[in-house]
């Protein structure tokens, strides 16, 4: 990076907050996803939505890319500076500016940690329902550039579905609003939700207005083993079907539970040779005897298919563990090998049809897959696991499973993530989903917005278009 | 109309569908906006997407505007042939594809009328909630292209939480899927999103997935008479603090209720002079006894207000003839006075401080104006009407009360639009919500989709943007 513009950095967000030094490149180098390091030519902090101006209208000067950083917690590899240039960590921009108990919303800079603002919104009776299992760590600004969801989207919805308005600032160092901060906009084309899931391609977003509920009272949650696991897929539909929606429903098989119990305390669960897979089921609302009413009925659900004997949590304690085994599978695979991961999304009617094809694609290619994820949403999280397969294996035969899969989902109907954002990783599998024309607007609209592709270059669109 | 370019027409949807004679034009020249009327220079009526793909190719090589008519119940302008050109009546396209019970999904097209898909899902105890005051005649696709509120919007969203893939028609001929019948979807721009609340600008959508819930079972009506406006507005923000979500939630000034009571039978409600306006609550759910403690709930609520006695709907009858008496006051007021209608929207709890300031303003200009609407949503709709006003005055010193209603809206952090699109009629108002930048993002949006401006040319963005 040449002198001139680290000197013009330095100028605009302090000397003390523009990094060059190894340590700090690599440590912004990457983000959860595999063991991918792609460290930025320096690494800037600003402070406020103005130093990022400056910096996006000297980076288009010179058009140098910028790589927005927030909490490196993506699975897509949305964060790697694979070209080099500006790593932008946003970390500085962490207020929660206003929480507007009169019209339930909340303003808020990008830095937020997710739970933070849950449990800071939760303090005054209201609930942000939006749950990655990264929560502990991941930004809301991040959330908001993946579209993330979690395991209460099934009943609540995705980030995208709380976004009302964003403060954005544009390649070029202008800044503008999306929206309104209005329940309902009807007003010309919805740049809110073209901004939401741009995987900061199209601007930077500095601040956030979102929707809030009030904050619901109770819960009931169950834990299901299935004797196979297609039957506890097909169970998943059932229970819509039979009118309820859970506030969660999430899918694991065998090996997924079995290895992230070995980090949690604080439950027994026995998880036994013939259990193929189980489903963590909650329901939600302000009327105890109304949850035990649902539960009932989804008891009666789940016992039309082979199932072992429930599990009803019945402490905050027994909860949070389950929880916590769940929101650590990711986690527990890592530990364990190298892995994949993909974040295939069907209607969920399909779902028993997705696990079948992935297993037997597994088998033609070589790999193994432990496979999870939120059931209820049709969304199945793919962790293609390396075992003892050959580095050769790994690197030509993966790839080709992987478009096999993908090519699956898309047939389905669905497709290629449903929550964790294509970045680095997936791009070059985007002319299964899209067709040229569909890939050429997808371009175009990159364009429009950043015509000198300086942000986040390399991401989303392949490589290959035509 | 050019002989070369009708007998095209002709080819391509066969004679029998290709009309210009004046009852005709004149028939699809308007909507239910105020009493324009902007005859197309042909109307066409295709029966598939290919015919429709046909049709805009060759619109587009000779540079021809095209406006998708729907149900013709719009209120912003927006399927008004004011360019002339082709009007592409979408009504033959009429078809519900497809009731997917096992995703909770429908397939339908465009044509479809927004109640009849409401009551056909609900024969299957499916529930597509979405309900404008027009769903008795207005379109499902026209829902789509203004991204359509209604009464139970403020509990279950409106049409833009609905959709989740549409199959389009490019101005180039072209036919895409914006997206994945899936409920989540984080791959690449979302272009589905755009498209919703486009307004037939960006390309003419042929086939719509739509998400279903389980149809609620029960509900309970409540009309709460207000001896003041303004209060009436407090109590729907403090319905909402006391953690109730309800399922409509719509406002009424004594002159909206008065007018509209005239076209309703099967139903005894009192309007008292000291009655400014009424709150109209529903609550809905699947247990009647939860509805009861929520409804008594909204009673201690509202009686913290100074009100009159509140009437309890105890028959399906008089349920349903309340909700005639709501949905009728457009037409009641049209009834009544030439009036112009606005659809302000700001944040629910800025409702108080927006009506008084409309009657502020319309005393400054000398008009009148009865205000109602879905004030769960924070979307007012404001009737300026003409009544005894001049002609002069009408046109011009309206214009100039909407502009002081409009940035008063812009100011509580609202904008134009809550529900009834830009269109015709609120495009050279736009530069209030959005400045020279904003606006030359959404005109690279029109220019990357429809780089001939054959699309519904004339709406949305206005008349000059620098």
């Known amino acids: 990076m040449n002198t001139t513009i680290l000197i013009k950095l330095q100028e605009i967000v302090g000397t003390s907050y523009v990094f060059t030094d190894e340590e700090n490149l690599k440590k912004y180098g990457h983000d959860e996803t595999e063991d991918f390091i792609f460290p930025p030519n320096v690494v800037v902090k600003p402070s406020s939505v103005e130093e990022i101006a400056s910096i996006l209208k000297l980076a288009n000067e010179f058009k140098i890319p910028v790589v927005p950083i927030g909490g490196q917690t993506g699975l897509s590899g949305g964060a790697l500076a694979i070209h080099g240039g500006i790593g932008l960590s946003m970390e500085r921009l962490n207020r929660i500016i206003e929480i507007d108990e009169k019209n339930l919303q909340v303003i808020t800079e990008p830095a937020v940690i997710t739970q933070v603002l849950r449990e800071t919104v939760a303090e005054k009776g209201l609930f942000y329902p939006v749950d990655p299992s990264s929560m502990g760590s991941c930004f809301i600004g991040g959330n908001i550039a993946e579209n993330s969801g979690g395991a209460r989207a099934v009943k609540y919805g995705v ?30 084309y919805n740049l809110t939700q073209l901004m939401v899931g741009s995987e900061g391609t199209l601007g930077i977003v500095t601040k956030i207005v979102l929707k809030l509920l009030p904050l619901y009272k109770h819960n009931v949650l169950l834990l299901v083993p299935f004797f196979k696991a297609e039957q506890a897929c097909e169970a998943v539909s059932a229970i819509f079907r039979a009118g309820i929606i859970p506030s969660a429903l999430e899918f694991m098989e065998r090996d997924a539970i079995d290895w992230s119990l070995q980090y949690v305390d ?201």
Chains 1, 2 share one sequence.
């Open 159 to 188: 980030t995208k579905d709380y976004v009302l308005n964003l403060e954005v600032v544009l390649p070029n160092g202008e800044i503008i609003w999306t929206g309104a901060n209005t329940l309902k906009n009807s007003t010309a």
């Open 266 to 466: 604080g439950i027994s669960v026995e998880v036994k040779e013939n259990h193929q897979a189980h489903l963590l089921i909650e329901v939600d609302g302000n009327y105890p005897e109304i949850l035990m009413q649902e539960a009932e009925k989804i008891l009666e659900v789940v016992e039309q298919f082979e199932i072992d004997e429930v599990l009803f949590a019945d402490s905050e304690e027994q909860k949070n563990a389950l929880w916590k085994m769940r929101r650590g599978v990711a986690e527990a695979v890592k530990a364990n090998s190298i892995y994949k991961e993909e974040d295939t999304v069907v209607p969920r009617y399909e779902l028993p049809v997705l696990l079948k094809g992935i297993k037997e694609i597994g088998s033609k290619y070589g790999f193994q897959s432990v496979c999870y994820g939120h059931a209820g949403d049709g969304n199945l999280h793919v962790n293609i696991i390396k075992g003892n397969m050959s580095d050769e294996n790994w690197k030509t035969e993966v790839p080709k499973g992987i478009r096999e899969i993908f090519e699956l989902t898309v047939g389905l109907k669905g497709t290629l993530s449903g929550e964790h954002g294509i970045g680095y990783v997936q791009k070059n599998y985007m002319n299964i989903a899209f067709n040229t024309v569909q890939l050429n607007l997808l371009q175009g609209i990159k364009q429009l917005f950043d015509p000198n592709n300086i942000l986040n270059p390399g991401k989303i669109l392949p490589d290959n278009i035509n």
